[in-house]
Structures are given as C-alpha cells and as structure tokens.
C-alpha cells in the first residue's frame, strides 16, 4: 500500500537559513510526487512536482527512488515560507495520497 | 484561472439529518474532482474520485451509502453526508483538476454534527 511520511510535524528556522522538508514515501510502482503548500487562512495550493523538475520559490524537490524520498529544500528560508507542507504521492493521477504535514516556521 | 469554490463553508446539524457539500470550478471544466476528509491537525484523506457522467470510485474504507456523490456536470460536483452523525464532524476538502496533473483545491467545508 502506498504511504507518504513526513517525520516532522514543526520544523522552525531563522530568516536566511537552510531548510530540508523530508517526505519519504513507499509506493511498488514508479509514483509522481508533488509537494502542496498552505499559508494561513488560504487553501491548499500546489508547490512543485516531481515530473517538471522546477524550482518555484526558492524550492527544490529532488526524488532519490534508492531511498525513497522527495524532500524539500531551499537555501535561504524567508519569513513568507512560514506555511504548511504536504507531501503527496499520485500513483497514476487519479488518487493523491498526503503526508501529515511539517509546518514551517520562519523567525526573523 | 483555475478557482474552486465549496458551499456552505461550514455548517452546523443535528445527528440524523442529511447534509449537502457543493464543489464547483468556477473558470475551468473539471473532468475529475476529488474529495478528502480532513482531522484537526492530520493530512488530507482522499474519500472518493469523482469522474463526470459515472459513478464515484470510493476509497477503501469509504462508506458510499453514507457519503454520496454526484458529478452532474463539468463543473459541479456534490457530496451529501447522510444521516450525519458526530463522528462525522470534520472538515471536507473538494479539488479539481483541470488537466493530467493539477488538481485545484476548494477552501474547504467545515461540517459540526451535534
């Protein structure tokens, strides 16, 4: 069965510093992964995805099939990433399985 | 481009009766909308995928007697709780996905079974 961990329910860091989001997944077959994110009092709102390979805000999100993982990262943390992060999985893109969440907070 | 809205926003019942969630794509035409349930503090939890003109396809462990959907249109997509009881007080999250890979969120339904 196909499960997304996020090991991190808070991760806090100051303005400038390096954040990693981790996500590990397991999954048998050759899964799409994508990270959502959600800002205060706002809706869910798609990040990035695996399959585009892009950065979008400073963030990147590498998939290491080895060890299973797509975790999030950007090398200088702003106070407008404090948000919530999803990590999914998509087995084919007719179902969507979340992660529990890490929320980022970025002190200045 | 690409909004969702969910009607009502949150609503409050008492156990027993039915409720009705609309979801619809403002700007897009939705061949596909996904519903998830949503603990306080816990991920998203996908219920069923909803496909234009044919049957939901419910997640294992989803009651589809109890969570009804209809996908009438291209553009709407309902899901009603019937005889809604307290454990079934929860927030409910519509999305849409307008081509392959992109799905579009609703705000979400805040629903409170008394």
């Known amino acids: 069965a196909q499960r997304v961990t996020q090991p991190e329910k808070l991760l806090s860091v100051f303005k400038g510093a390096p954040v990693e989001l981790k996500c590990n997944y397991s999954y048998s077959g050759s899964p799409e992964l994508f990270w959502y994110v959600q800002y205060s009092r706002q809706r869910l709102q798609l990040l990035l995805r695996?399959?585009s390979r892009e950065s979008i805000k400073g963030f990147t999100a590498d998939l290491n099939k080895g060890e299973t993982s797509f975790h999030l990262k950007k090398p200088f943390a702003q106070e407008e990433d404090s948000a919530m992060y999803y990590c999914?999985?998509?087995?084919?893109?007719?179902?969507?399985?979340f992660g529990s969440g890490t929320k980022l907070n970025v002190k200045p | 481009g690409a909004v969702v809205s969910q009607h009502p926003s949150w609503v409050i019942c008492k156990s027993g009766t039915s409720v009705k969630i609309e979801c619809r794509s403002l700007?897009?035409?939705?061949?596909?909308m996904f519903w998830y349930r949503q603990f306080p503090k816990q991920s998203l939890m996908l219920m069923a995928t909803?496909?234009?003109?044919?049957?939901?396809?419910?997640e294992q462990g989803v009651e589809k007697d109890k969570f009804l959907i209809n996908h009438a249109s291209l553009t709407l997509s309902t899901l009603t709780v019937t005889s809604a009881h307290p454990e079934d007080s929860s927030f409910y999250i519509c999305?849409?996905?307008?081509?392959?890979?992109?799905?579009?969120f609703g705000p979400g339904t805040r629903l409170t079974v008394l």
């Open positions: 999914a999985l998509s087995p084919d893109f007719n179902k969507f399985y």
């Open positions: 700007d897009f035409q939705a061949t596909t």
């Open positions: 909803s496909n234009e003109g044919s049957k939901a396809t419910y």
């Open positions: 695996h399959i």
């Open positions: 999305s849409a996905r307008k081509n392959t890979d992109t799905q579009y």
